[in-house]
């Protein structure tokens, strides 16, 4: 069972608090459970998400830190965050056009829902101070 929560915005806690209330209903349906382990939280298909189970990414455009189709400026900024920054089309896909990236936690082995959410608003916010500086700098 895979669950997704999308939302147009940049509000992170209205996605989560949706997730939320999305999974209290599915738990809720008699007879189904998720697998759970006392020592490593959700245990899924994917070693990765062990834990918490949850994957959280944000579509963003960054056209001045990727003019000419490089992502290697929105790595750098991403990294001390320990962020990904994928194409729109996941791993290993190409960022759009428009310069619009998929950030996501590059961790997310045994980190609670809140590590998650701050490393992303954390990261999204430098992302934008420094794409506001990169155009800045572009019109002088």
Do not use: Q, W
């Not at 245990?43 to 189709?69: D, E, F, Y």
């Not at 998929?102 to 101070?129: H, M, Q, V, W």
């Amino acid at each position: 069972l895979r669950i997704m929560c999308m939302k147009k915005g940049t509000i992170l806690n209205e996605v989560f608090d949706r997730l939320n209330t999305a999974l209290g209903v599915i738990e809720k349906i008699p007879g189904l459970s998720f697998a759970m382990s006392l020592d490593y939280g959700v245990v899924t298909s994917c070693p990765t998400n062990l834990g918490t189970g949850m994957r959280a990414s944000v579509h963003i455009p960054l056209p001045n830190l990727t003019k000419g189709g490089s992502d290697a400026k929105a790595k750098a900024v991403c990294k001390p965050y320990s962020l990904s920054v994928r194409g729109l089309g996941g791993e290993h896909t190409p960022i759009g056009e428009d310069g619009t990236c998929d950030i996501s936690p590059s961790n997310r082995f045994c980190i609670t829902e809140a590590e998650i959410i701050t490393k992303l608003y954390n990261g999204l916010k430098s992302l934008k101070a420094e794409e506001e500086k990169v155009a800045t700098a572009g019109k002088k």
